[in-house]
């Protein structure tokens, strides 16, 4: 029997959060990959809160990640504030585990590359969930 039989796939969604947009990916504990979702650009924190509610029942995730954006030497500043607040909030709505990545040079790397910058919010999701991953050691 493979060692791995007994260890449970987890699913995890992501946010890259903003305040005109959210990139959204989801994964899992056994591939470690992030596929790039969507991003919701509602025009209200209600209506987006929808459009992700829709996204955590087609999805059931058991664990969601919010990229913690900071300066350069790891500070925080004042959207750091509004990812922990929206982050609270996904937690205080929905009951799941959120935790933080940080989140520093995701879409650096993503706008150098031009053919990257297509749907770039849910793509920083997706790097956003990759680093959780890698912070903490998943064993697949």
């Not at 500070?75 to 799941?96: D, I, K």
């Not at 040079?105 to 749907?119: C, F, G, K, Q």
């Amino acid at each position: 029997m493979p060692k791995d039989m007994g260890a449970k796939e987890l699913t995890i969604m992501a946010f890259d959060y903003g305040t005109r947009r959210i990139g959204v990916a989801v994964g899992n504990t056994l591939t470690q990959a992030g596929q790039p979702l969507k991003t919701i650009t509602e025009a209200s924190s209600d209506a987006s809160f929808k459009v992700i509610e829709e996204l955590l029942k087609e999805w059931l995730p058991n664990q969601l990640v919010v990229g913690l954006p900071c300066h350069p030497d790891g500070t925080e500043h004042e959207m750091s504030a509004r990812a922990r607040r929206f982050g609270n909030q996904l937690h205080g709505r929905f009951g799941l585990p959120v935790a933080w990545v940080d989140e520093r040079y995701t879409s650096a790397v993503l706008e150098s590359d031009p053919e990257m910058r297509d749907n770039l919010d849910a793509k920083s999701a997706a790097l956003i969930l990759e680093q959780y991953f890698l912070e903490k050691n998943w064993i697949g």
